[in-house]
């Protein structure tokens, strides 16, 4: 069992920036790729950033490719979502998610979903 808990949200002003970690309960948090997703208000749940078990390679909608960054600490089981340049269109309840097998963009193939946090840019 891994519990997954988000925090860094908030309230931010378009083209500002904030960082969401996720931290990780048990001893095997090395042994999972971690995803961030997100969802807005009346649409679906969206991948935005997915990083491999060593923190290796890392995945990004293209959306966010060149403003977000996804790091982890296996040390800490922190997995980490700097995001820069925010804009009014990533308003949105981000989640962080732990996959053991599967496709890192396949939001149904992750084991473990954290209760998210808001992320409102205002314009």
């Known amino acids: 069992q891994v519990q997954l808990v988000e925090s860094g949200g908030g309230l931010v002003q378009a083209g500002g920036s904030l960082r969401l970690s996720c931290a990780a309960s048990?001893?095997?948090?090395?042994?999972?790729?971690m995803g961030w997703f997100r969802q807005a208000p009346g649409k679906e749940r969206q991948f935005v950033s997915a990083?491999?078990?060593?923190?290796?390679?890392?995945f990004y909608a293209n959306s966010v490719k060149g403003r977000f960054t996804i790091s982890r600490d296996n040390a800490k089981a922190t997995v980490y979502l700097q995001m820069n340049s925010l804009k009014p269109e990533d308003t949105a309840v981000y989640y962080c998610?732990?996959?053991?097998?599967?496709?890192?963009?396949?939001?149904?193939?992750?084991?473990?979903w954290g209760q998210g946090t808001q992320v409102t840019v205002s314009s």
């Open positions: 048990g001893r095997t948090f090395s042994t999972y790729g």
């Open positions: 998610a732990a996959l053991r097998s599967g496709s890192y963009f396949a939001g149904d193939d992750y084991e473990y």
């Open positions: 990083i491999t078990r060593s923190g290796g390679t890392t």
